[in-house]
């Protein structure tokens, strides 16, 4: 992050209805993904072609991306095929990845996860690579056990983990706010799993393994959620299509510039539909809004 | 249900380094999966051949079968395609499919889940077909807003949900147990939640299309739990791996036979293991093994 100077996530959450341009005819020429081939096969090419052109525009601003599991899945296997090769375009530039999957299931299955995103899974047939991402949303609903094994495959390969604390959406409050008969509310007791499971993974940074995901759009949380994690990395998604802005982030930052992770999708990627006139370049205006969302959040708080 | 006289849930959990021997072989011979392709490929293809092969031998003897998806995305792509090969021959044996994805996630990426799962996804290639399962395990960590979409999108197709309300890990008392400082745990916070968004989508049963995962390790809890969901269908994971019997699980069936899912998976596809002497047929001592719990529930509560 230093050396990127940049605190921005990419998020990527393609939908094949709206690519860019660009994209479509990219894969309507491809050989793989040609007129003939099927509909998702074609689907897949394009949202493939959209994401290596986002991350050409817009990855040099940023830190990390982040995919939205979900917009892959929908694709089915060459979905994944083509999350695959995002991800790998990502880490050429640099990127660190971040899968947003929200996984969280128990013990055997969870370990499956650990090798689905970050070890690899042994057979009889050689070993498996993993999906090689560098940190995966988790959702600790299941509690301390079902967690441990992705910190410990994440630990292993020098990965990490995000924890869901306090999403952003209206939602969260029904479950995420409830206060508890022992004091604090539940958002609180998941920060406090959060700050135990990283304990024993603080690097030389000062920052542990296990951060987690809160919302910046309750920015009045924040403090005392960083209060109970003061080692976390926070991924603050939020910032632009939901709301918040700046100064109210701080506590995320309050270990250092790498404390807080700004995660940022449509606002870049579709930069262009609110330019004045709208229509312009989708590229340059991903590159810009990019820019201007690092240098916002940077100035703020390095 | 009431036609198979049966509420047993096959879970399928491969593993490619525990398949039966005659999916490794099938595997070696196969064209597309032969000894020169990727491990990837091969292992995909032994998964695929594997869960084929369980779903003949016990397939019978169940009303549902239930993927586990960590198993096969650790395979990316080529897993994901053995996934879609294990739901069509489940459906083509007249069994419902379970997918045990356990998501959860903000607005536009629900209602992404809802397209990869159910509904299909629109593009300008044509209608990409959803992975066309009957039912998805969901989180509800992150509120209502967050399930919406996803029975939308079930709903429409005519299918349900399976809300996670309390797990069978020992780790579910982290915070599923937790008690609420309005009363009640955040367990029966979760079961009135399915029971309204359950409630527009009841059938003529009487059973609502949103239902809820209760572990069978917690009995003691499931009549407090079935009073809050009346019209709920529980899926009972835990009765044979990991310890309940029988009558405790009365609660689960008061609907009606079909009000409970009774959910096995190892003590399946492993029964071979644990014969006197151990190493039979594995085809044949799942089958028998599916046949005796699908005789004891059904007699219990039928």
């Not at 817009?58 to 979900?70: S, T």
Request: charged share 20%.
């Amino acid at each position: 992050m230093a050396s990127r100077r940049s605190q921005i996530v990419l998020g990527l959450d393609p939908d094949p209805a709206r690519l860019w341009p660009r994209a479509l005819e990219l894969a309507g020429g491809d050989r793989q993904g040609g007129p003939t081939a099927p509909a998702v096969e074609r689907a897949a090419r394009a949202v493939a072609a959209h994401c290596r052109l986002v991350l050409e525009a817009a990855g040099e601003e940023c830190v990390a991306v982040k995919p939205q599991m979900a917009c892959f899945e929908r694709l089915g296997a060459p979905g994944w095929a083509a999350l695959a090769e995002t991800v790998s375009a990502a880490r050429t530039q640099g990127l660190m990845v971040i899968a947003d999957a929200k996984r969280g299931d128990i013990d055997i299955s969870a370990k499956a996860y650990g090798q689905a995103f970050f070890s690899g899974t042994p057979s009889p047939f050689g070993h498996i690579p993993s999906l090689g991402v560098d940190a995966l949303t988790a959702n600790p609903l299941l509690g301390r056990d079902a967690l441990e094994p992705l910190v410990e495959a994440g630990r292993a390969a020098g990965c990490g983990l995000l924890v869901l604390v306090r999403t952003s959406n209206p939602g969260a409050a029904d479950v995420q706010d409830q206060e508890l008969r022992g004091g604090g509310s539940v958002s609180r007791l998941l920060a406090r799993l959060v700050d135990e499971l990283g304990r024993p993974g603080i690097g030389h940074s000062g920052l542990a393994d296990v951060g987690a995901v809160t919302g910046a759009t309750v920015p009045e949380r924040l403090e005392s959620l960083r209060a109970e994690m003061p080692n976390a990395v926070l991924l603050l998604p939020g910032i632009g299509a939901q709301g918040a802005t700046g100064r109210e982030l701080a506590p995320a930052f309050a270990p250092g510039p790498a404390g807080g992770l700004v995660s940022a999708s449509r606002g870049i990627v579709y930069a262009h539909e609110r330019g004045a006139p709208p229509g312009g370049d989708p590229a340059e205006a991903a590159r810009r809004e990019a820019a201007r969302l690092r240098e916002l959040v940077w100035g703020l708080y390095a």
